[in-house]
């Protein structure tokens, strides 16, 4: 997603969703937005329209319910022109599971919704890598991964190695390379768990 990257600030916001909030963000549109603000810095709602292929009309709207949310704000720095620009609030947010258990069902639904496209998000960004590739150097072809395991685990034990992976990638946000580095390249990492359900009366051989 173009435009010149912005550096991020030192310490990394993150904002824990409610319902309210997202009622706000569960939009596909939306989520593609805030996202694009997010990786790539501050841009006018023709910029993002322009880039996700969408209408100027239809970025400005759902900017602007973000905006109601708090999920973007105006770029004063950015905004002398005729154009409004924007800018992303927080760099992250934290789903809380007990919103798809909420009593109330557009609460469920909205949570059901941002998650699958939590999940479309991430198909579409592999799907790129795998399209592109050959556009890298062979290390990054090599420092690239797609691993899968399976494990036999209790939900304490899911839930304490999910929490180790994630306090491993944030022990590698003071590594970062700098901006002005030409080595380093922004590096998504996608972590997945969940529980299958093995059907106990298949036979191995």
């Known amino acids: ?21 997202l009622r706000g963000i569960a939009h596909p549109l939306r989520m593609q937005l805030l996202y694009a603000l997010r990786q790539r810095g501050p841009a006018t709602a023709s910029m993002l329209a322009e880039r996700l292929g969408e209408s100027s009309g239809a970025t400005s709207y759902h900017l602007r319910q973000l905006a109601a949310h708090g999920f973007v704000e105006d ?5 002398k022109g005729r154009e409004r620009w924007w800018q992303a609030v927080d760099q992250g947010v934290y789903f809380d599971a007990n919103l ?16 699958h496209e939590v999940a479309t998000t991430h198909t579409r960004e592999l799907s790129t890598w795998l399209g592109t590739r050959d556009d890298w150097s062979e290390d990054w072809y090599r420092a690239s991964d797609m691993s899968d395991w399976t494990l036999r685990l209790t939900s ?22 700098a ?19 093995q059907d106990r009366t298949e036979t191995h051989p």
């Open 156 to 177: 304490g034990q899911a839930r304490e190695l999910t929490e180790k992976m994630h306090d491993l990638l944030e022990s590698y946000r003071p590594l970062a390379g």
């Open 100 to 115: 798809l258990k909420d009593g109330d069902p557009t609460v469920r639904g909205a949570a059901d919704m941002y998650l």
């Open 75 to 79: 770029a004063p720095e950015r905004g």
């Open 179 to 197: 901006e002005d580095d030409p080595d380093a390249e922004q590096v998504r990492i996608h972590t997945h768990a969940f529980p299958v359900r």
């Open 1 to 21: 997603m173009e435009l010149p990257e912005e550096p991020l600030p030192e310490e990394r916001q993150v904002r824990t969703l409610d319902a309210r909030t």
